[in-house]
Nanobody, 119 residues
Framework: QVHLVESGGGLVQAGGSLRLSCAAS????????MAWYRHAPGKQPQLVAI??????NYADSVKGRFTITRDNAKKTVKLEMNSLKPEDAGVYYC??????????????WGEGSQVTVCS
């Protein structure tokens, strides 16, 4: 069984910075991808950033402002968010896809972290 525990988030003024962290636990053999999604009120969930073993990709709206990193040894993924805008607000969910020790695949979600940006 895999668990994802998120931390970070909160309230910040526009132009400020926040960091989200997500720690995975369980019988994980390896990760195929780790990502952050955002769900803003009245909008569809959006992929914000994703990191694989050799690549990172970002939503156009956050390129140059957000940075996703991961530490395979610690089983963590972080999202550094700078120059935050009111439209960045929403609930951010950590997502992890990978393989368990018994060689079955998994996909899990964190509980969500609220990000509020005040103008």
């Amino acid at each position: 069984q895999v668990h994802l525990v998120e931390s970070g988030g909160g309230l910040v003024q526009a132009g400020g910075s926040l960091r989200l962290s997500c720690a995975a636990s369980g019988s994980i053999d390896g990760f195929n991808a780790m990502a952050w999604y955002r769900h803003a009120p009245g909008k569809q969930p959006q992929l914000v950033a994703i990191i694989t073993s050799g690549n990172t990709n970002y939503a156009d709206s956050v390129k140059g402002r957000f940075t996703i990193t991961r530490d395979n040894a610690k089983k963590t993924v972080k999202l550094e968010m700078n120059s935050l805008k009111p439209e960045d607000a929403g609930v951010y969910y950590c997502n992890a896809r990978g393989v368990l020790w018994r060689k079955t695949s998994f996909e899990c979600w964190g509980e969500g972290s609220q990000v509020t940006v005040c103008s």
